[in-house]
């Protein structure tokens, strides 16, 4: 009894307690301390750019990837903020820490709604105003930011104010800038928070006082600043100093301001080293002020993409540190801080067919059906089931089945007996060609294929559940595996809350459930935030809608399609191409990195699209690219897409089922689903 | 002693209003509401002298209205913060005016505020503002999800006027205040684009109808899953959301507000704003505003302003 009562009181104190490890997730908002001790690098060993080229390199750094792949993490983790963190976890004085890591980071982030209002300010002007305005202000904001440090190192008595005073008091560069007789670390700290108060004067009121920016020093890019960089900082720390300015989100810089920035990087200076935080090249310019200059990848910048190019097995091993991190500051999971132990590593295909058929064959006869001579002969269609019948093993017999109708030579029993020789010699490890090709099709081609016809014929759905899968639907992004455990957490601690708490271990059922909950949410999320929102959503729903039928297709013609191209999509309105780039942009549909041939069936050469795998659960296809057949789209695809009409019934390539066509339609049926297998 | 200001609110019908060289600024458009307060003067028989109409659908009056006005004029910048703010202060600064009603109705929550930082510049000492809350909104396919006020995209902007300040504190936090309205793609546009350490997400309580609190809570579901505190204010009260704000808001600290709820509301926060220079106000914005976003009067207040 008093064990009970013990083991009751210990199970609500640990529930009361939990925190989901996952709970902060966005990098905008998580402190620096946070972001230190979650920090796993993303430049692994074969990348071309380490921790240390980051914070040294003097070539500038253009850190490319999607939303969420984890660019602010890196800019905040070299940034001051979280080197003053370092400073304090390493024991040391921040100066000493400076020293030790010989860089100091500047973390800029170009708020949209600043730029878009103070840009408005100036829309009758010139646009040299603009861009005179921006560089002040930037200029300010920056040598506002090397004063507070010198003041916090001062505050820190790591050097005095006096030898700052002195060598401010000689620095030429500092008195050519600005206009006074007392020269010391206060006076420069009193013009630059005078000038910054001049420009919020000028936001808030100069529209309404008809006034002109006319700021009592006008400051250019890198000028105080290097001053102060130059006589001042060297000094203090060592004049291998490297001074990073990060400047995250510059796809919301206007084009000029890109422009300006990327003049600074084609000619940069020693004193600075400018990195780039952007998301993705469609939305940035890489022209100069200069018109006819261009900046040129390893010519005036090194680029280095997020959420590109590594590899499953690399992504594999990121994640897991990412969640290792969390899982050890949790007071939960103080004892598990693997995450493969808690979600299991790949799915169980085989248990899953098995769940779905529960030893019926109606699976059987639906495939079978498809064969002209068995679909209206019930004696030749059980004769035929006998033979390939393996109730143990519902891929095989399925994938039996597909052999059957297939056969062309032969009559529809002897192919049932070639199919269940080849398994059995495959099973049995006996090497001839049959059972080498049912190898390769039960092991690679058609096993997932297989699995998704099985859920649709049954109508339950396929579900998404393990690491493994969890990698995959992630899709190289940071923030959507984080969002995916969240999620997974949460559900599990709502839904089987003693049993995840006392064995730390979650159901493939409440995964799959957060799983698709988030991935729901996350489409909704980012198509009501983003340009063309509404008109991107049916794309994307159309898109998806085709490749769910192709999913459902009983004979597996197009195992796993999840490959798209356009049809001379140089072609189509403006407002197409602006609609595409837009979910190329936010990273709803993906392009492959080289151009390839564009489908099995055509020769031809072109770019090929997929979805963002984190909606694969949406529709219910497979997360994994394979190649092969892939849909082509006309120009008059996309439109009824985006228009979100029905196509065409007698067009072969779209042969969509219209109960799927928008995303409530897609809820609705999966919800007819669920309720099917209640039944 | 504390410092403190006895407000005033009360119903149109109750309300006493000088007849003296009255302006009305209103937004006219295809809700019954943005004429409620106008046809109320009129039935009382009192006189405008100066109409000033923000005709964001380019709408034609009604011709009693133009009889019973001696001067319309019709603002035509409203695509562009700055141009509009232009006109409305050469209307305002070239007319004699001294005894303002503003309907604030139907005009857009940008614009609103930027009126009110006009009128507060043209040393107004006190403004009367009237609103009218409909019979109900209209929710198109669905009961709750299916609000909108504006179509096309949003573009995140600081409202003209209230920017805030910008500091170079090195460890400076930032609170966002959330005032949660019924479109979600707005509030979730705040909160991807916006920068913050502590969040505050405000809902009505007690709202115009109960159920205008659980709208607000559906159609933000997905944000209150972050990390935040929760606060309520009274939907028809701008006085006491000011108060509210005053209570709530960390001092020295950078402060925005996204005010996505209702009229009211905004108002209570655009008086906070005008009173506390370091707060910005943040807004997604759209290039088209849904003309017709609800049915009916409910209810129309007054609220008297002392600047």
Redesign the interface.
């Known amino acids: 009894m008093s064990m009970n009562s013990n083991s009751l009181k210990a199970n609500l104190s640990s529930t009361s307690n939990f925190e989901n490890p996952f ?2 997730i966005n990098a ?2 998580i ?1 620096p301390h946070r972001i230190l001790s979650l920090w796993c690098s993303p430049f692994t060993k074969n990348s071309i750019i380490t921790d240390e080229d980051f914070k040294n390199e003097k070539m500038p750094i253009i850190l490319q990837g999607t939303r969420g792949s984890g660019k602010t993490t890196v800019l905040k983790y070299f940034s ?2 979280v080197q003053s963190e370092r400073a304090k976890k390493n024991c040391v004085s921040l100066l000493e820490q400076i020293k030790c890591e010989k860089s100091i980071g500047f973390y800029f ?1 170009c ?4 730029i ?3 840009c ?2 100036f ?2 002007k010139p646009k040299e105003h603009w861009l005179s305005f921006f560089e002040h ?1 930037f200029e ?2 920056l040598s ?2 090397i ?3 010198l003041k ?1 190192l001062v505050r820190k008595n790591d050097v005095s104010v006096d030898k700052i005073d002195e060598l401010i008091y000689n620095s030429q560069g500092i008195k050519a800038m600005v206009d006074t007789t007392d020269f010391s670390l206060k006076t420069l700290e009193d013009i ?2 005078s000038e ?2 001049y ?2 004067q000028f ?3 100069s ?3 008809n006034s002109v920016f006319k700021p009592l020093h006008i400051f250019r890019l890198f000028s105080l600043s290097l001053a102060l960089i130059k006589d001042v900082l060297y000094t203090i720390v060592c004049n291998q100093l490297s001074f990073l300015i990060l400047v995250d989100e510059f796809e919301n810089l206007t084009t000029d301001l890109q422009q300006l920035f990327n003049t600074k990087m084609k000619f940069s200076n020693s004193y600075v080293s400018i990195r780039i935080g952007r998301r993705s090249e469609g939305a940035v310019t890489t022209a100069t002020i200069n018109n006819d200059e261009y900046l040129r990848v390893d010519h005036d910048y090194k680029l280095f993409t997020l959420s590109q190019g590594s590899a499953i097995e690399e992504q594999k091993e990121y994640f897991l540190q990412i969640a290792k991190k969390r899982l050890e500051e949790s007071s939960s999971f103080s004892s598990c801080h693997n995450l493969i132990s808690i979600l299991g590593d790949k799915e169980d295909l085989d248990t899953e067919c098995k769940n779905l058929c529960l030893g019926k064959t109606d699976h059987l006869k639906t495939i079978l059906s498809e064969k002209h001579e068995l679909k209206n002969n019930n004696a030749l269609m059980q004769q035929v089931i006998n033979e390939i019948a393996y109730p143990d093993n519902p891929i095989a017999e399925t994938l039996n089945a597909l052999w059957v109708i297939r056969n062309k030579n032969s009559t529809a029993v002897e192919a049932a007996q070639k199919a269940h020789c080849a398994m059995l010699d495959f099973f049995g490890k006996k090497e001839n060609s049959l059972s080498k090709k049912y190898r390769n099709d039960y092991n690679n081609k058609y096993r997932y294929s297989i699995t998704v016809l099985l859920a649709s014929i049954y109508k339950k759905k396929k579900l998404y559940y393990g690491f493994n899968a969890l990698v995959h639907l992630s899709d190289n992004n940071a923030r959507t595996f984080l969002n995916y455990c969240k999620s997974i957490f949460n559900d599990a601690f709502f839904y089987e809350r003693e049993e995840f708490l006392s064995t730390k271990r979650i159901s493939k059922e409440s995964q799959n459930r957060a799983i698709l909950e988030f991935s729901v ?1 996350e489409f909704e ?1 980012i198509c ?6 509404d008109k991107i959503r049916n794309l994307i729903l159309g898109i998806g809608n085709v490749f769910y039928t192709k999913h459902k297709d009983r004979r597996i013609r197009y195992p796993e399609t999840t490959q798209f191209s356009f049809i001379d999509l140089p072609t189509f309105p403006q407002e197409y191409i602006d609609i595409i780039n837009t979910a190329e942009n936010w990273s709803l549909i993906i392009k492959r990195e080289k151009t390839q041939r564009v489908s099995i069936d055509v020769s031809q050469k072109g770019n090929l699209y997929r979805l963002n795998k984190a909606f694969c659960p949406i529709f219910g296809i497979s997360y994994r690219t394979r190649g092969g057949y892939n849909e082509r789209f006309s120009v008059s695809n996309i439109e009824q897409f985006i228009k979100a009409s029905l196509p065409s019934r007698n067009n072969e390539n779209l042969d969509t089922d219209p109960k799927t066509d928008t995303l409530d339609n897609i809820q609705l049926t999966l919800f007819d689903l669920e309720d099917s297998s209640d039944e | 002693m504390n410092d403190y200001t006895i407000y005033s609110l009360s119903k149109l019908s109750s309300y006493s209003f000088q007849h003296d060289n009255l302006t009305l600024i209103l937004s006219f458009t295809d809700e019954d509401r943005s004429s409620c307060a106008i046809e109320f003067l009129i039935g009382q028989k009192i006189h405008i002298d100066n109409l000033i109409i923000i005709n964001y659908f380019n709408k034609s009056l009604p011709e009693q209205w133009k009889n019973n006005t001696s001067n319309v004029i019709m603002v035509s910048s409203v695509k ?3 141009d509009f ?2 006109e409305m ?1 050469t209307i305002l600064s070239t007319q004699t005016i001294s005894n303002i009603l503003l309907d604030i109705t139907c005009i857009s929550n940008p614009d609103m505020f930027i009126l009110i ?2 009128l507060k ?1 043209l040393n107004i000492e006190s403004l009367n503002i009237v609103y009218s809350s409909p019979t109900d909104y209209f929710f198109d396919n669905e009961p709750f999800t299916s609000y909108h006020s504006y179509n096309g ?19 400076g936090g930032n609170e966002l205040y959330l005032f949660l309205g019924f479109e ?2 707005m509030s ?2 705040v909160i ?6 502590k969040l505050f997400l405000v809902n009505n309580l007690p709202a115009f109808y109960p159920k205008y609190k659980d709208i607000s809570i559906l159609n933000n579901y ?1 944000i209150m899953d972050y ?1 935040h505190t929760s606060l309520y204010v009274p939907a028809n009260n701008p006085f006491e959301v000011y108060n509210s704000l005053m209570n709530n808001i960390s001092k020295n600290k950078p402060v925005s507000i996204a005010p996505l709820s209702n009229k009211p509301t905004s108002l209570g926060i655009c008086l906070y704003a005008l009173d506390n ?1 370091n707060v910005k106000i ?1 807004y997604p914005m759209s290039k088209t505003l849904n003309p017709s976003k609800s049915f009916g009067t409910y209810e129309t207040y007054c609220y008297s302003i002392n600047f």
């Open positions: 709970d902060d905008n908002l402190e001051f903020a982030r708020d949209d709604a600043f878009n209002t103070a408005s300010l829309h009758n202000y300010l904001m506002g930011f004063i507070s440090v916090e630059v928070i910054i108060k420009i919020n936001r808030n009121d529209i309404f006082d949410s999320s009501s935030i983003i340009n063309y929102g | 562009n913060a700055p703010a232009q202060k930082k006009i510049k995209d949003l573009i995140m902007y600081e409202i003209l006027g209230f920017s805030g300040e910008e500091t170079t504190d090195l460890y979600s793609a979730l546009k991807e684009n916006y920068t913050y350490d997905t990390q220079p943040v």
